[in-house]
């Protein structure tokens, strides 16, 4: 599937958009009562939920941020070692890290890791797509905040990429080598 057909819907694009709405009112109540709380989002991927979800937040003290992680090098299977941009100041902070996906936990472990190492108060994750069967030893095991749990297949669109492409398909899809 890795032509220019458009690959097979696994949850449309409307889909995503009520559970995104509804993610938005979670996470409205979980920073309730948190002063100033930053969204710290992890590039690429994540840009598209983030940006969906911030709408979905009012707060005029809410900060975004973003932070490159990454640890795919090409073809469809991470490559086990998690590349990181250095973390802005969170000291005393209250964080939500905002991934596309937590698939094997590395980046997420490592994301998390970083934050507290920079004295965020408490860190959060908020993912929009969960893969528990991927996980591997030292990886995060959960989010506190998941859209959707979906099955082992390597799925693109709404953010999520094969190699740069499919970010821009409003639903997502799942591709096959």
Known sequence: MLSGALPPVLIPADAIARRVDAMGEELSARLRGSAAPLLLVLMDGAFVFASDLVRRLHRPDLELRFVRASS???GME???SVALEPMPDLHGRSVVLVDD???TGLTLATARTAALASCA???EVCVLLDKPSRRRPGGLERAELVGFTIPDRFVVGYGLDHEGRWRQLPDICTLSA
């Open 121 to 123: 108060r408490s860190v």
């Open 101 to 103: 996906i937590l698939d």
């Open 72 to 74: 795919y090098r090409g």
């Open 78 to 80: 991470s490559s086990g």
